[in-house]
């Protein structure tokens, strides 16, 4: 079990939707779980689907883990624009460092 | 994989729940009209987790309403057929063909108090050897111009059974081609000329490979998925490795059916109706385009299967399927039997009352299922908002333009995979004995 956090959620429209996550779950989990509409993750997080893509911001981009290869291939699916910053979030877990990020959602899935 | 709410939102069947809404929106099969065909034509009908009574009126009309008696809950299937409707053997109160209360007998001369009690009733017609029943808002669509319905009544046969699974569940295997490769795999071929009326038997289009050895030995077809106006179309593509390649076409009819090709001659149109939100009745029709349907021989198989009065397979949780391990080294890829319908009733059972989608992850293979979760997500939303289009509710002048859909095995050069199905397909409608021309 970790420890609680909040992770902001910003819609395409600009609205923010903050919900309560764990560290050591996955972004993808945090908007699955929470309901957060936007992130489809149909394959459950096994790096699959491109359904769960994601923009950072520039200054959290930069702290996490670089992508594996897997991911890279995988994000070339995705059907929104694919940015420097878009990471398929079910391959970003989260730690205590992160409370508090905001992860932008794009404007679609498929 | 989805969270709980949505999981819900997706699955459940009551008149309250947003699936439950939406698939009220359509005709759905509430009883095989063998059913009501004993000496008093009334049978139960749980719908939708409505409990209703089926009943042949005097004037040769299907009803159907409310099975309890509002006054103190009775059965109603042990009512007296009057006058249109049902007179409870209670206290004789009678219900007419509205489900309108009429008259309570034991209660003073001029009360009015049956004014103000009313039952549900709704719509019912019978079609090919299905009972079919509306319940949900304002008038029902136009039945599309498929060929279950097409098809004259000899060339059609109507079976149903009991899973004890979730409507969705039931349906989302009906949509997933990869599964027969390995779910229904036998490890022999039986002679395909013993294979009358069961899925796989036959020889695989105008070759002279059983279907059941091109299912076996080409393991991972290529899948393309294509929304219709009736649903989706769903290609799987084998390459048999010799310059051809086997396709086989299969569909979704929206909202919770299925056409799948059954042999060279028939196809099965199959729906996934709620009972509940924790059974179901598939209802198949079976549909041929070359000789009359023997529905005799059909119904005998699969009497031998099932138990009346409710089509419960006789194979099941309690008895583990008939499992054999023995049977699973040498026959079958499951140990279930050679009744490939047990095998996907184990499948869809095991997963629970109602699939935890939350713990789900989808591959590449549920491309189908993919599609189609977004198209019925989409119609929910839509029945929320109360605007856009839902598939297939169309009226009449649409419901015409409706037709197959095209369910078929072809074999062909790779290269002309696209004219071999609808070639193949072209000619059995061109020498069928009734109209099944598309237009």
Known sequence: MGSKITVHFVRPDGSVEAVEAETGESVMQAAVFNDVEGIEAECGGSCMCATCHVYFDDAVSSLLPEAEEEETVMLEDAAAEVRPTSRLSCQIKLTAEMDGIKVQIPDRQY | ?439
């Not at chain 2, 009906?174 to 294979?195: K, N, T, V």
């Open chain 2, 1 to 439: 994989m989805m969270s709980q709410e949505k999981n819900d939102e997706i699955t459940l069947v009551g008149a309250d729940q947003p699936a439950g809404q939406l698939l009220r929106h359509y005709w759905m099969p509430a009883a095989l009209a063998v059913e009501l065909g004993g000496p008093r034509p009334v049978a139960p009908v749980r719908l939708m987790g409505e409990d209703l009574v089926l009943f042949r009126r005097e004037d040769n009309t299907l009803g159907l309403m409310s099975r309890f008696c509002p006054h103190r809950g009775v059965d109603l299937c042990y009512g007296r057929l009057e006058g249109g409707g049902i007179r409870c053997s209670f206290h004789g109160w009678h219900f007419d063909q509205t489900g309108q209360c009429t008259e309570q007998p034991a209660e003073p001369d001029g009360s009015r108090m049956h004014e103000r009690i009313k039952i549900s009733s709704y719509p019912a017609v019978e079609k090919n050897g299905v009972i079919w029943t509306y319940m949900g808002p304002g008038e029902p669509p136009a039945f599309p111009a498929l060929d279950c319905f097409r098809a004259p009544d000899t060339h059609v046969f109507a079976f149903k059974g009991l899973w004890e699974c979730n409507w969705l569940q039931a349906l989302e295997i009906g949509i997933d081609p990869a599964h027969a490769s390995f779910l229904h795999r036998f490890l022999q071929d039986e002679d395909p000329a013993d294979g009358y009326g069961k899925q796989f038997r036959d020889k695989a289009a105008q070759s002279d490979m059983p279907m059941t050895k091109v299912l076996r030995e080409f393991d991972n077809p290529e899948l393309k998925v294509e929304e219709t106006d009736y649903g989706l179309r769903i290609i799987a593509l084998r390459d048999l490795g010799n310059g051809q390649r086997h396709v086989r076409v299969t569909n979704q009819v929206f909202p919770c059916a299925i056409t799948i090709p059954m042999s060279n001659e028939m196809t099965i149109t199959q729906w996934h109706v709620p009972v509940d939100d924790t059974h179901c009745y598939w209802y198949s029709m079976f549909t041929s385009f070359g000789a009359p349907v023997d529905k005799e021989k059909m119904r005998e198989q699969r009497l031998k299967e099932h138990r009346l009065p409710d089509y419960a397979p006789l194979r099941n949780k309690s008895n583990e399927y008939g499992y054999d391990p023995e049977e699973q080294k040498t026959l079958t890829y499951t140990g279930m039997g050679l009744d490939i319908n047990v095998h996907d009733q184990w499948a869809v059972e095991s997963m629970g009352a109602v699939q935890d989608r939350t713990r789900e992850h989808l591959a590449s293979s549920d491309a189908a299922i993919v599609r189609y979760r977004r198209m019925l997500r989409a119609a929910i939303k839509s029945v929320k908002l109360g605007e856009g289009d839902l598939p297939l509710v169309i009226d009449e002048a649409t419901a015409k333009d409706i037709q197959g859909p095209i369910s078929i095995d072809a074999i062909g050069p790779t290269e002309e995979w696209e004219s071999v199905w609808t070639d193949r397909d072209a000619g059995r409608r061109a020498s069928c004995t009734w109209d099944a021309a598309l237009s």
